[in-house]
């Protein structure tokens, strides 16, 4: 899984639907001097932050479910207002909460916090969670001398 692809994908999406309300959506960028503070346009940050495993699945081959946690960085000069913190945070929620990112299950809305204030910028953080699988690529060399599995019985308890 690329979360990198996945950064900008999210990333895509909010600024199509934001750009037009005058906000700006980014992916986290490579380096701190790309990363400059917004001037009249509040901005939404999109940063992989996590992946969570849960213990792997096997009959045979591997898998396991993992959630993934994507940050949002929102900055912005107002606290309050059609510019203001308050109404990106809203519009953030109301475009991602069951957005669904490429080959996971739909995002949810996990967590949003004040950050600082800090040189007459706001900055919040919100998290956002989804739900995908990994397992292991098929590779017909591997494992070839296994027996297939013929029956598989389940007992009530």
């Avoid at 750009?19 to 346009?41: H, M, R, V, W």
């Avoid at 479910?65 to 519009?91: A, D, M, N, P, W």
């Avoid at 998290?127 to 292991?136: I, V």
Wanted: glycine share 6%.
């Amino acid at each position: 899984m690329d979360y990198g692809a996945l950064e900008i994908e999210i990333a895509n999406r909010l600024q199509q639907k934001l750009q037009p309300q005058g906000f700006d959506a980014i992916p986290l960028p490579e380096t701190q001097a790309e990363y400059s503070k917004p001037f009249t346009n509040g901005r939404a940050t999109v940063a992989f932050t996590s992946a969570k495993l849960d213990d792997p699945q096997s009959t045979g081959e591997i898998s396991q479910y993992i959630v993934v946690t994507f940050s949002l960085s929102l900055q912005s000069r107002f606290l309050r207002g059609e510019k203001g913190i308050h109404q990106l945070s809203q519009l953030v929620k109301q475009y991602l909460l069951g957005f669904r990112p490429t080959d996971c299950d739909r995002l949810y809305h996990v967590s949003h916090e004040f950050v600082r204030y800090e040189d007459g910028v706001w900055e919040h953080v919100m998290d956002f969670e989804a739900k995908t699988l990994w397992a292991q690529g098929i590779d017909d060399q591997d494992d070839e001398d296994l027996p297939l599995l013929k029956r598989l019985d389940f007992e009530e308890k």
